[in-house]
């Protein structure tokens, strides 16, 4: 397996092109099984969760042609020749439920694979399956797989009320509601920009939706969708991401194509941290001056709050901060596993339950670790980026889902990072 290695200590400079959103491609490519018409997606990212989700819709005979380099993904469903999406390409990604919701409204029958948990939870997909059964759907829950059925005339407007928002449920709802016989109303529906992102690539394939991006989001059901082409909006992780690489380092990098909306609550908590985040005509310039960041308290939330998806890579500069940080995870009851390998680099960590107190040091020490999850994975590359001497990340495999060439991009801003093939 690959490994990453890091000399840190070098203050950033330079540009890094921020990448289409992984989430919102992940729910984009699913939204071809609802139309026999072809989906073209431009600005995808080149990453390996997209070749899998390219993988599991080719296995229901879906048609995905990746051109421009695999920046634009061409999709037709036209042929499709099996309802049934297989354990063996379902388990190796979560996102995969997603084709649940369209094969069902499209098709009135799917047998989904359940995908199973993860490093950072159990993650069920219990809301996914209710918000189904209220438009009707009958689910049978046997030998690890969701049969689901639509009733004859197909899937039923309904109004689905979510406990606690669930971005997956809020999409699976969402793109069955489109061809749903009647009027569907979500509440309490996810608001992040991916969801914004579904909704408008929806509506240009002709389907009628309101208040995407609001907690409650209206669906009139249409007899068909027709194609569309749509750009995947702005990586708002991947340029939170980046934005901490100079933050850490010192220096001054901007960020091409970051947009200021996508991740306000997280440069508000940049600006109180004592980095500067200005915006630019072609992005974000993120500065850190002289001297440590300033401690600050994190709680997760969904969007418009501080991304869960952040909460590790935000906890890598706060172990170099002067003071205390608490971070406090609320969306995921596993996500603290970058701790114990920062720890191995010298960083002072509490963690109780879904809190994380960190007390800074003034400086990381290079360390071998290893990655678990992709957005832990990343923590450590920002922490070697700082730390004294040589990081040597493994199992880079996790990295690779979320981030293009990450070594190049940091590297191109004057960073001492190179991936060694393992042998
Ligand atoms: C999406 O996951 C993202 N993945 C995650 O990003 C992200 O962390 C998460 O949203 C939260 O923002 C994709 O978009 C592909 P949820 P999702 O449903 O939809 C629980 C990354 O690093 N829950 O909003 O699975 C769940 O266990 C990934 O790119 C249920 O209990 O997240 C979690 O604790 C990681 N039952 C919480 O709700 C359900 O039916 C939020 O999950 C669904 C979710």
């Given at each position: 397996?690959?490994?990453i290695?890091?000399?840190g200590?070098?203050p950033?400079t330079?540009t ?5 959103a992984?989430n919102a ?20 990212p080149r990453?390996?969760?997209?070749r899998?989700m390219?993988q599991?819709?080719?296995s229901?005979?879906?048609?995905v042609s990746?051109l421009?380099e695999g920046?634009v ?11 049934r999406?297989?354990?063996?390409i379902?388990r190796?990604?979560r ?5 649940l919701?369209?094969m069902l409204?499209?098709?009135?029958q799917?047998e ?8 950072i ?6 809301l996914h ?6 438009m009707?759907?009958?689910?049978d829950l046997?030998?690890g797989y969701?049969?689901?059925t639509a009733p004859?005339g197909?899937?039923r407007?309904?109004v ?5 928002v669930s ?16 009027t569907?109303v979500?509440?309490?529906a996810?608001?992040?920009p ?10 240009k394939?002709?389907?009628r939706?309101e ?5 409650t989001?209206?669906?009139e059901g ?11 909006v ?15 380092t ?13 991740v306000a609550?997280f440069?508000?908590?940049l600006d ?5 985040v ?5 992005g974000?310039?993120?500065?850190r001056?002289?001297g ?6 994190v709680?997760t ?8 998806d952040l909460?590790a890579q ?5 172990c170099?901060?002067?003071g205390?940080?608490?971070l ?6 596993n ?6 390998e ?5 960083a ?5 339950g ?8 003034p400086?990381l020490?290079g ?5 678990t999850?992709l957005r832990a ?7 070697g980026?700082?730390a004294?001497?040589?990081?040597v990340?493994s199992?880079?495999?996790?990295l690779d889902?979320?981030y293009e060439r990450?070594e190049e ?8 990072i190179e991936r060694?093939?393992?042998a």
């Amino acid at each position: 397996m690959d490994q990453i290695h890091i000399t840190g200590g070098t203050p950033l400079t330079g540009t890094i092109p921020i990448a289409g959103a992984k989430n919102a491609c992940l729910t984009l490519m699913p939204a071809t099984l609802l139309t026999d018409q072809p989906l073209t997606l431009t600005n995808a990212p080149r990453l390996s969760d997209i070749r899998t989700m390219t993988q599991l819709l080719g296995s229901l005979g879906a048609e995905v042609s990746a051109l421009n380099e695999g920046r634009v993904l061409a999709l037709s469903s036209h042929d499709i020749d099996t309802l049934r999406a297989d354990y063996d390409i379902v388990r190796k990604m979560r996102a995969s439920i997603l084709v649940l919701g369209p094969m069902l409204a499209r098709f009135g029958q799917a047998e989904v694979s359940l995908p199973g948990g993860c490093a950072i939870g159990a993650r069920p997909v219990d809301l996914h399956l209710r918000a189904l059964e209220a438009m009707g759907a009958t689910l049978d829950l046997r030998d690890g797989y969701v049969h689901a059925t639509a009733p004859a005339g197909g899937l039923r407007g309904a109004v689905v009320e979510f406990p606690f928002v669930s971005v997956g449920a809020t999409e699976n709802a969402l793109m069955a509601a489109t061809l749903a016989v009647g009027t569907t109303v979500l509440k309490n529906a996810a608001r992040e920009p991916e969801i914004v992102d579904l909704a408008q690539c929806l509506r240009k394939m002709g389907a009628r939706i309101e208040g995407e991006g609001t907690p409650t989001i209206t669906i009139e059901g249409v007899t068909a969708l027709g194609g569309a082409t749509h750009p995947v909006v702005t990586d708002r992780i991947e340029l939170g991401t980046y934005m901490l690489a100079p933050a850490i380092t010192g220096g001054s990098v901007e960020l091409l194509g970051g947009r200021l909306d996508l991740v306000a609550a997280f440069a508000e908590k940049l600006d109180a941290a004592g980095v500067s985040v200005e915006e630019t005509p072609t992005g974000l310039r993120v500065s850190r001056k002289n001297g440590r960041v300033r401690a600050v308290d994190v709680v997760t939330e969904p969007f418009p709050g501080f991304p869960t998806d952040l909460q590790a890579q935000m906890m890598a500069l706060l172990c170099t901060a002067e003071g205390t940080s608490v971070l406090e995870e609320r969306i995921f009851e596993n996500r603290f596993m970058h701790a114990p390998e920062l720890i191995r680099m010298g960083a002072r960590i509490d963690v109780h339950g879904g809190t994380a107190t960190v007390t800074g040091v003034p400086r990381l020490k290079g360390a071998p670790v290893m990655a678990t999850d992709l957005r832990a994975s990343v923590s450590l590359i920002l922490a070697g980026l700082a730390a004294e001497g040589e990081t040597v990340v493994s199992r880079v495999y996790h990295l690779d889902r979320g981030y293009e060439r990450v070594e190049e991009k940091l590297g191109n801003c004057g960073a001492k990072i190179e991936r060694v093939r393992a042998a």
